[in-house]
């Protein structure tokens, strides 16, 4: 979206200097495209800095430019002339491709605000057929030009007719798929209720078994099933927690909170599995961005899944050494971020996996017969997790050496 419109901004300023120079911009080409590069523009720039505010500034912008090419083929019909002319013919193309825009940018408003760009056209048609025909000179362009019009105000309809209906289709769509999904939500959420029940049941009863066995074999035996239905679980949870993601209307809860407590409160939750293995675990604050981590904009609990599920990768795939996370400020130019880095000196992984992991059910433990056990969600889910939250998410890794994965996220807007 803001490169469309800063492409917009920046071509309509190209393609008036250049009709200036040669003579073909009209008095009202002077000044009212400078003025549309500048709303494009700033258009742009809102998409970075305030995306909520889009759905208020997109129809003003779609009325200016509707506004401005009405006004352009009434003024090329008064007194033809060259520019005018020029001005009309290219016009006449540029319309469909607004009437695509508005459909695009605004689907509920496309209808609309090409309907009425239509009426304002068939209705300097029907003018036009009134008016005196000027002869001699430009004034025997006066039939092209109502020829012109007249392609137009019989095409065009066509044209809003099939964009609404591939609207209607995606409405559609979107919706069959809301209720595909809600139905596999529904039994994913019935079996892992029916399976995850009757498994914390039996961790409870391996427990209380655990506190009456003397034996050393036997608590042996007692452990193994204790991790297998501690897998299990994790398991189930994963694939709850991957297909929940796939929901298209799932929303961000954007807030303002402490994103250095929520790491140390990490550091908290994992520190004795770290030390279990006899593997470091720190947090690493940039030094002058302590303040402005403190009050970060984003949805928390998202954040703190992404780190958790990278924490809890990077210290499965560590034998020796140990894992920091580093945090930050991340100074874009047109938007505040943090960047948050999750290091461990692991066993890493090959250049050749790199993108593959992030894609569901991937494990390279049979391609490196490393023995962790996991299901391949992991990085998935937090792939899902930062593009959700707008950011973005890259890997830096060498075999045996360890890996970095470095999560990019924006301030969100908490209104
Ligand atoms: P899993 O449940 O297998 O951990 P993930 O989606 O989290 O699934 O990770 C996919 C694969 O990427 C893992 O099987 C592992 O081989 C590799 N991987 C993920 N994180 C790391 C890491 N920090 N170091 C080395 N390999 C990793």
């Known amino acids: 979206m803001t490169g469309v419109a800063l492409l917009a901004a920046i071509g309509t300023l190209v393609i008036w200097l250049t009709d200036r120079q040669q003579g073909l911009a009209t008095a009202w080409d002077q000044w009212t495209i400078p003025l549309l590069s500048a709303l494009y523009f700033g258009i742009g720039v809102l998409?970075?800095?305030?995306?909520?505010?889009?759905?208020?500034?997109?129809?003003?912008?779609?009325?200016?430019?509707?506004?401005?090419?009405?006004?352009?083929?009434?003024?090329?019909?008064?007194?033809?002339?060259?520019?005018?002319?020029?001005?009309?013919?290219?016009?006449?193309?540029?319309?469909?491709?607004?009437?695509?825009?508005?459909?695009?940018?605004?689907?509920?408003?496309?209808?609309?605000?090409?309907?009425?760009?239509?009426?304002?056209?068939?209705?300097?048609?029907?003018?036009?057929?009134?008016?005196?025909?000027?002869?001699?000179?430009?004034?025997?362009?006066?039939?092209?030009?109502?020829?012109?019009?007249?392609?137009?105000?019989?095409?065009?309809?066509?044209?809003?007719?099939?964009?609404?209906?591939?609207?209607?289709?995606?409405?559609?769509?979107?919706?069959?798929?809301?209720?595909?999904?809600?139905?596999?939500?529904?039994?994913?959420?019935?079996?892992?209720?029916?399976?995850?029940?009757?498994?914390?049941?039996?961790?409870?009863?391996?427990?209380?078994?655990?506190?009456?066995?003397?034996?050393?074999?036997?608590?042996?035996?007692?452990?193994?099933?204790?991790?297998?239905?501690?897998?299990?679980?994790?398991?189930?949870?994963?694939?709850?927690?991957?297909?929940?993601?796939?929901?298209?209307?799932?929303?961000?809860?954007?807030?303002?909170?402490?994103?250095?407590?929520?790491?140390?409160?990490?550091?908290?939750?994992?520190?004795?599995?770290?030390?279990?293995?006899?593997?470091?675990?720190?947090?690493?604050?940039?030094?002058?961005?302590?303040?402005a981590l403190q009050a970060v904009t984003s949805d928390a609990t998202r954040v703190r899944q992404i780190v958790c599920n990278l924490i809890s990768n990077a210290l499965k795939y560590t034998l020796v050494g140990g894992v920091t996370v580093h945090a930050s400020l991340s100074r874009q130019p047109l938007a505040r971020g943090m960047t948050i880095v999750v290091e461990d000196s692991g066993v890493g992984i090959a250049a050749q996996y790199l993108e593959t992991i992030f894609q569901p059910y991937v494990r390279l433990e049979d391609a490196r017969a490393l023995r962790v056990d996991g299901t391949g969600l992991g990085l998935a889910v937090v792939q899902r997790l930062v593009d959700h939250l707008g950011g973005q998410l890259h890997v830096d890794s060498h075999p045996d050496r360890g890996s970095r994965f470095t999560v990019e996220l924006p301030m969100a807007d908490n209104g």
């Open 47 to 291: 998409h970075v800095v305030k995306p909520r505010c889009m759905p208020w500034a997109l129809p003003p912008t779609l009325i200016a430019t509707s506004v401005y090419l009405l006004v352009a083929i009434h003024l090329a019909m008064e007194g033809p002339s060259l520019p005018k002319l020029y001005a009309l013919t290219s016009l006449a193309q540029m319309i469909p491709v607004f009437y695509v825009i508005a459909f695009v940018a605004w689907p509920r408003g496309g209808a609309w605000i090409s309907g009425l760009t239509y009426a304002g056209l068939l209705a300097q048609y029907l003018f036009s057929l009134q008016a005196p025909m000027p002869t001699g000179g430009w004034g025997d362009i006066q039939p092209l030009t109502q020829k012109a019009l007249l392609a137009s105000v019989l095409i065009h309809p066509a044209c809003i007719l099939a964009l609404s209906f591939i609207v209607h289709l995606r409405g559609q769509l979107s919706t069959s798929q809301q209720e595909a999904f809600k139905g596999k939500e529904r039994f994913l959420a019935m079996l892992s209720h029916e399976i995850r029940t009757p498994l914390q049941a039996m961790l409870g009863t391996i427990d209380l078994l655990a506190l009456k066995l003397n034996g050393s074999a036997e608590t042996r035996a007692l452990d193994r099933l204790r991790n297998s239905a501690t897998q299990l679980d994790t398991h189930l949870r994963d694939v709850t927690e991957f297909t929940r993601l796939e929901d298209p209307a799932l929303r961000i809860q954007a807030d303002t909170f402490d994103l250095t407590q929520l790491l140390n409160d990490l550091r908290d939750d994992w520190i004795e599995r770290a030390q279990a293995k006899g593997l470091t675990l720190s947090i690493d604050i940039a030094p002058g961005d302590q303040a």
